[in-house]
């Protein structure tokens, strides 16, 4: 089965920064694109950051300037540099890749763990 690991969350004060990772490991034929999201109690899940296999990146209006995603293809890994944080980013954040697990099989969307990110003021 395949399973998406993130690690990088924690507690930080206004104005610093964390690093988030996530990882893929099981059977993977091919990744397409990869994003993190985020959902704050009372809140809808949105989408913070996104990258296409092609290193497109989209930002949510919110973090434009802070927050850079990146990817390691060769780790099945997707990041995110967060700088600058504010007590609205506070947020449990989740990784996403469209994965193939096969050749004979179709793309589907894996989810991590979550990551909770609490900023305090």
């Known amino acids: 089965q395949v399973q998406l690991v993130e690690s990088g969350g924690g507690l930080v004060q206004a104005g610093g920064s964390l690093r988030l990772s996530c990882a893929a490991s099981?059977?993977?034929?091919?990744?397409?694109?990869m994003g993190w999201f985020r959902q704050a109690p009372g809140k809808q899940r949105e989408l913070v950051a996104a990258i296409t296999s092609g290193g497109t990146t989209n930002y949510a209006d919110s973090v434009k300037g802070r927050f850079t995603i990146s990817r390691l293809n060769a780790k099945k890994a997707v990041y995110l540099q967060m700088n600058s944080l504010k007590p609205e980013d506070t947020a449990v954040y989740y990784c996403k890749m469209g994965i193939q697990p096969s050749p004979r099989r179709n793309e589907y969307d894996y989810w991590g763990q979550g990551t909770q990110v609490t900023v305090s003021s």
């Open positions: 099981g059977n993977i034929f091919s990744i397409n694109a």
